[in-house]
């Protein structure tokens, strides 16, 4: 059974960092694409950040461009989203998201597997 685990969520102040983590189990990603995405109260779930199997490309949402950074580890068969700079606006639930594939797209509907997920909260 294939299940990813985020961890590193919490609740911060404005300005500060944060590192997620998603570890991995029942299977390699370590040739598909993995990702993170999020949802806030009320809103869509949207994409965050991707990273193509061995970290060599990476792709953000606008809003994060400069203060989020993707990592892999596949000795792991983990994946992190480093927080910098944190925003009232970043506040959401953060899912993981592993592909089955080695590519990258902003699409939810892309991602085969998916994460519990872990709570952001940034306070002003």
């Known amino acids: 059974q294939v299940q990813l685990v985020e961890s590193g969520g919490g609740l911060v102040q404005a300005g500060d960092s944060l590192r997620l983590s998603c570890a991995a189990s029942?299977?390699?990603?370590?040739?598909?694409?993995m990702g993170w995405f999020r949802q806030a109260p009320g809103k869509e779930r949207e994409f965050v950040a991707a990273a193509t199997w061995n970290g060599g490309n990476t792709a953000y949402a606008d809003s994060v461009k400069g203060r989020f950074t993707i990592s892999r580890d596949n000795a792991q068969n983990a994946v992190y989203l480093q927080m910098n700079g944190l925003k009232p606006e970043d506040t959401a639930v953060y899912y993981c998201?592993?592909?089955?594939?080695?590519?990258?797209?902003?699409?939810?509907?892309?991602?085969?597997?998916w994460g519990q997920g872990t709570q952001v909260t940034v306070s002003s």
């Open positions: 029942g299977r390699t990603f370590s040739s598909s694409s």
């Open positions: 998201a592993a592909a089955v594939v080695n590519a990258i797209a902003p699409m939810a509907s892309f991602y085969h597997y």
